[in-house]
Nanobody
């Protein structure tokens, strides 16, 4: 059974930083796709980072490019998201997801999701 567990959310002021972690178990980590998504109140869930687990090809959404960076520890099946220069528009529930190839921004292509971790950025 695949399990995806996020942690690391919290509240920060604008300009601050947070690091989210995702641990995946029971998943064919070596041949799929991992992603970070977020959903703000009243908005659709949007992809912000997707990466191929085989190799290092990674795509960032324009809204986070240059501010958010992923890191992976394949020996521990962890997939982390470092966020800097946060602003109130980054406030959302953040979700880690895993799925089979090909990687895409489509939430329907990710079969496994965590429960989410809240990030709140105050002005």
């Amino acid at each position: 059974q695949v399990q995806v567990v996020e942690s690391g959310g919290g509240s920060v002021q604008a300009g601050g930083s947070l690091r989210l972690s995702c641990v995946v178990s029971g998943y064919s980590y070596k041949k799929g796709c991992m992603g970070w998504f977020r959903q703000a109140p009243g908005k659709e869930r949007e992809g912000i980072v997707i990466t191929y687990t085989r190799g290092n090809d990674t795509l960032y959404a324009d809204s986070v490019e240059g501010r958010f960076t992923i890191s992976r520890d394949d020996t521990k099946y962890t997939f982390n998201l470092q966020m800097i220069t946060l602003n109130p528009e980054d406030t959302a529930m953040y979700y880690c997801a895993a799925g089979d190839l090909p990687c895409s921004w489509n939430t329907a292509d990710f079969a496994y999701w965590g429960q989410g971790t809240q990030v709140t950025v105050s002005p």
